[in-house]
């Protein structure tokens, strides 16, 4: 039995594209840690030195954090062929659900629970992080399909 008879398996390639899967997970978690500094950083300026509501600040942290992720995701996470043209709406459509979720979460969280905002906003990331990886995986950043 050759190497083709074995990796074409349909065990081995469910084993592989999982592997690759939780890869291409491992680097999107890395691209949103730089996109997370750049959102609780200005969540956390905000809030702290200018006094800004945390749920406005958390918005805005949101926004800055999604323009440094759409660069580093298409080229690090996806590594998309699809044009600027179509996955840059396509990242906003994502983003625009997860803003919605950020400030659900957080005004749920922190007005309803009363709970403190990094708290909260640890809770809402978490959240969110699934919500966008799926959502640029399966959409934004997925390759064209041709047309027949």
Do not use: C, K
């Not at 978690?29 to 959102?39: D, I, P, Q």
């Amino acid at each position: 039995m050759g190497i083709e008879r074995v990796t074409g398996s349909p065990i081995l390639s469910r084993r592989e594209g999982l592997t690759a899967l939780g890869r291409q997970f491992v680097v999107y978690v890395a691209v949103s840690l730089v996109a997370l500094a750049v959102h609780y950083g200005l969540l956390v300026l905000l809030v702290e030195a200018l006094a800004v509501d945390p749920v406005p600040s958390a918005m805005t942290g949101y926004v800055a954090g999604g323009v440094a992720s759409y660069g580093l995701n298409r080229r690090l996470t996806y590594a998309s062929e699809r044009p600027h043209a179509e996955a840059g709406w396509r990242f906003a459509v994502v983003a625009t659900v997860g803003l919605g979720l950020t400030w659900g979460v957080m005004r749920g969280l922190t007005r309803g629970a009363g709970l403190a905002y990094l708290p909260a906003q640890l809770l809402t990331t978490g959240l969110v992080l699934f919500w966008n990886f799926a959502g640029h995986r399966l959409w934004t950043f997925a390759q064209p399909r041709p047309v027949p």
